[in-house]
């Protein structure tokens, strides 16, 4: 095997000095299983080896940010869901967020709470999504490929039966609104998710036996698509692939907000950098999010469940002039959004930080030198979910 | 690198550039930089090189009509929680703003969606081309002179 090329990851532009061979440009989408969406990465090949990577985004666009400066503070929340489709209540939440610190609207604690059970329960069913896909995009590997698929699924699903018991739907909720959340707990919710919370707890650890005694997987995770901790940083790459390259970085303990501070949870960090650190960090935080679950539900104050009264029209809630960049943090890292407000019903401007647009960035830099089938493991670790990409 | 130290060194490196400070009591407020055109790249380096600021977060443009459009970016320092949003004025009819890319590698994709959404020319970016929309498309949607319901067949 010659030496592999030098790519320009800066220009996405490939200058090759190899010595025989051909060289394929492939197209890997927009319309491939392993993108867990439309994404098209054209990849330029030397045999197996990637070389280049020019990534092709934007299938899903439908420009949310034109989009909120055109809705009301009451009606965007729901819209918001829509740009991460597998962690809806996160980009609700901090979009909610931004106009209240604008507002400086107060949330009432036992609010606060259940945003924070249903951001934790989001988290653990968006890590099982990724875990499941995952682990069938490399499929052989692990005697058959679709076993934790359906395992994971079938635990997804008792999370979104709880929610669609508070909420009324199972995948865009509209949970959150300014000022706290819509619903409160229905009778009989506290006790169902607890057993739920029990269930997933034990069965996580029956995936990691069932993965890290498996050669196979070991073989395609360790060692594959390391991300520095300088080039996670330079490029913005946040959640769990940061904390996977070294950097103890968790908003939620960085700069907590929705009474975070109140609950007792470590942060994960692992330092190679490679798909299998990514796993673990992902696997620790399940349990860490059980347990914020666990202790909210133990410790749920009484009271409203908002600081503001029932909303009579749309255009109800009115912000002052002001911006500000709120964020939290989702399944996949620091999802922000940076509100301007001119004191009308709608905001003037306002910018989706998608932790998934900058995680996805990183690909360029790190797949050249890696091969085809490398790219698929290495695609399904880094969890994009393209309605975030291309909002 | 507390935020004491990084509006005083600010003030030393860039005394033109207006600091604001957030509220005493939000402390985990970025400050917010100010800066004139030709001091755009150079206050990225310092903030990467000097302030710690290695996380670039994301930048982004708004466009405030006959006063022109604002760019920003905001990086931070995570192990000092030191957080900077930076900001610069483009003239009214003005598009052409230094790039990033050759300080943050994040700025990369960022600024091509600025491009694409604001029509903003970054000079020096290696790559600036459209990211989101096609490379057919015409116009810059999130400017303000742009319409929602702006047709654009074949697409809707």
């Given at each position: 095997?010659?030496?592999?090329?030098?790519?320009?990851?800066?220009?996405?532009?490939?200058?090759?000095?190899?010595?025989?061979?051909?060289?394929l440009?492939?197209?890997?989408?927009?319309?491939?299983?392993?993108?867990?969406g439309?994404?098209?990465?054209?990849?330029t090949?030397?045999?197996?080896?990637?070389?280049?990577?020019?990534?092709?985004?934007?299938?899903?666009?439908?420009?949310?940010?034109?989009?909120a400066?055109?809705?009301?503070?009451a009606?965007?929340?729901s819209?918001?869901?829509?740009?991460d489709?597998?962690?809806?209540?996160?980009?609700?939440?901090?979009?909610?967020?931004?106009?209240?610190?604008?507002?400086?609207?107060?949330?009432?604690k036992?609010?606060?709470?259940?945003?924070?059970?249903?951001a934790?329960?989001?988290?653990?069913?968006?890590h099982?999504?990724w875990?499941?896909?995952?682990c069938?995009?490399?499929?052989?590997?692990?005697?058959?490929?679709?076993?934790?698929?359906?395992y994971?699924?079938r635990?997804?699903?008792?999370?979104?039966?709880?929610?669609?018991?508070?909420?009324?739907?199972?995948?865009?909720?509209?949970?959150?609104q300014?000022?706290?959340?819509?619903?409160?707990?229905?009778p009989?919710?506290?006790?169902r998710?607890?057993?739920?919370?029990?269930?997933?707890?034990?069965?996580?650890g029956?995936?990691?036996?069932?993965?890290e005694?498996?050669?196979?997987?070991?073989?395609?995770?360790?060692?594959?698509?390391?991300?520095s901790?300088?080039?996670?940083?330079?490029?913005?790459?946040?959640?769990?692939?940061?904390?996977?390259?070294?950097?103890?970085?968790?908003?939620?303990?960085?700069?907590?907000?929705?009474?975070?501070?109140?609950?007792e949870?470590?942060?994960?960090?692992?330092?190679?950098?490679?798909?299998?650190?990514?796993?673990?960090?992902?696997?620790?935080?399940?349990?860490?999010?059980l347990?914020?679950?666990?202790?909210?539900l133990?410790r749920?104050?009484?009271?409203?469940?908002s600081?503001?009264?029932?909303?009579?029209?749309?255009a109800?809630?009115r912000?002052p002039k002001?911006?500000?960049?709120?964020?939290?943090?989702?399944?996949r890292?620091?999802?922000?959004?940076?509100?301007?407000?001119?004191?009308?019903?709608?905001p003037?401007?306002?910018k989706?930080?998608?932790?998934?647009?900058?995680?996805?960035?990183?690909?360029?830099?790190?797949?050249?030198?890696?091969k085809?089938?490398?790219?698929?493991?290495?695609?399904?670790?880094?969890?994009p979910?393209?309605?975030?990409?291309?909002? | 690198?507390?935020?004491?130290?990084?509006?005083?060194?600010?003030g030393?490196?860039?005394?033109?550039?207006?600091?604001?400070?957030?509220?005493?009591?939000?402390?985990?407020?970025?400050?917010?930089?100010?800066?004139?055109?030709d001091?755009?790249?150079?206050?990225?380096?310092?903030?990467?090189?000097?302030?710690?600021c290695?996380?670039?977060?994301f930048?982004?443009?708004?466009?405030?009509?006959?006063?022109?459009?604002?760019v920003?970016?905001?990086v931070?320092?995570?192990?000092?929680?030191?957080?900077?949003?930076?900001?610069?004025?483009?003239?009214a009819?003005?598009?052409?703003?230094?790039s990033?890319?050759?300080?943050?590698?994040?700025?990369d994709?960022?600024?091509?969606?600025?491009?694409?959404?604001?029509g903003?020319?970054?000079?020096?970016?290696?790559?600036?081309?459209?990211?989101?929309?096609?490379?057919?498309?015409?116009?810059?949607?999130?400017?303000?002179s742009?319409?929602?319901?702006?047709?654009?067949?074949?697409?809707?």
């Amino acid at each position: 095997m010659s030496a592999v090329p030098r790519h320009d990851s800066a220009t996405s532009r490939v200058e090759v000095d190899y010595a025989g061979g051909e060289r394929l440009t492939m197209n890997m989408g927009p319309q491939h299983p392993s993108a867990h969406g439309v994404f098209r990465a054209v990849l330029t090949l030397e045999g197996e080896t990637v070389v280049g990577v020019d990534a092709v985004i934007g299938y899903l666009h439908r420009c949310h940010e034109k989009l909120a400066e055109t809705l009301t503070y009451a009606q965007y929340p729901s819209i918001a869901s829509k740009t991460d489709y597998v962690a809806a209540m996160t980009s609700e939440f901090a979009y909610v967020r931004a106009a209240e610190t604008i507002g400086a609207i107060e949330v009432p604690k036992r609010a606060q709470y259940l945003r924070v059970i249903a951001a934790e329960l989001q988290r653990v069913a968006s890590h099982l999504l990724w875990l499941g896909t995952w682990c069938m995009d490399m499929g052989g590997a692990l005697g058959g490929g679709a076993t934790i698929f359906l395992y994971c699924i079938r635990e997804r699903e008792q999370i979104l039966d709880l929610f669609e018991s508070l909420v009324g739907a199972r995948l865009l909720y509209g949970f959150y609104q300014v000022g706290g959340v819509r619903y409160d707990l229905p009778p009989g919710w506290v006790a169902r998710c607890r057993e739920t919370v029990d269930l997933i707890d034990q069965r996580i650890g029956e995936y990691e036996r069932m993965l890290e005694d498996n050669p196979f997987f070991l073989a395609r995770a360790r060692g594959v698509g390391v991300i520095s901790r300088e080039l996670a940083e330079d490029v913005g790459v946040s959640g769990p692939l940061l904390r996977g390259s070294g950097v103890a970085f968790d908003l939620r303990r960085a700069a907590p907000y929705s009474s975070y501070e109140d609950f007792e949870f470590t942060v994960p960090v692992e330092t190679e950098g490679d798909c299998f650190a990514r796993y673990r960090v992902r696997m620790v935080e399940f349990r860490q999010s059980l347990a914020i679950v666990r202790q909210a539900l133990d410790r749920l104050p009484e009271g409203p469940i908002s600081s503001r009264p029932g909303l009579k029209s749309v255009a109800q809630i009115r912000i002052p002039k002001g911006e500000t960049y709120a964020r939290v943090e989702g399944a996949r890292g620091e999802v922000g959004c940076y509100l301007i407000a001119d004191g009308g019903p709608k905001p003037y401007r306002m910018k989706w930080r998608g932790a998934s647009f900058s995680n996805l960035a990183v690909l360029p830099h790190i797949l050249p030198g890696h091969k085809v089938a490398d790219v698929v493991a290495i695609m399904g670790s880094v969890d994009p979910v393209f309605g975030e990409v291309d909002r | 690198m507390t935020a004491d130290q990084a509006v005083t060194l600010i003030g030393e490196r860039f005394p033109e550039a207006q600091v604001e400070r957030g509220a005493p009591d939000r402390p985990g407020d970025p400050l917010v930089v100010s800066l004139r055109l030709d001091q755009w790249v150079p206050f990225a380096q310092v903030a990467k090189d000097a302030l710690g600021c290695r996380f670039f977060a994301f930048s982004t443009a708004v466009d405030w009509k006959e006063q022109g459009l604002d760019v920003i970016a905001r990086v931070d320092n995570l192990d000092d929680r030191v957080s900077v949003l930076m900001k610069t004025r483009l003239a009214a009819g003005a598009s052409s703003c230094p790039s990033l890319a050759p300080v943050y590698r994040g700025a990369d994709w960022m600024e091509r969606e600025c491009y694409d959404m604001f029509g903003i020319r970054f000079e020096g970016h290696p790559d600036l081309r459209r990211i989101l929309l096609s490379d057919d498309w015409e116009g810059h949607p999130l400017l303000k002179s742009y319409a929602v319901d702006t047709p654009h067949p074949p697409y809707r």
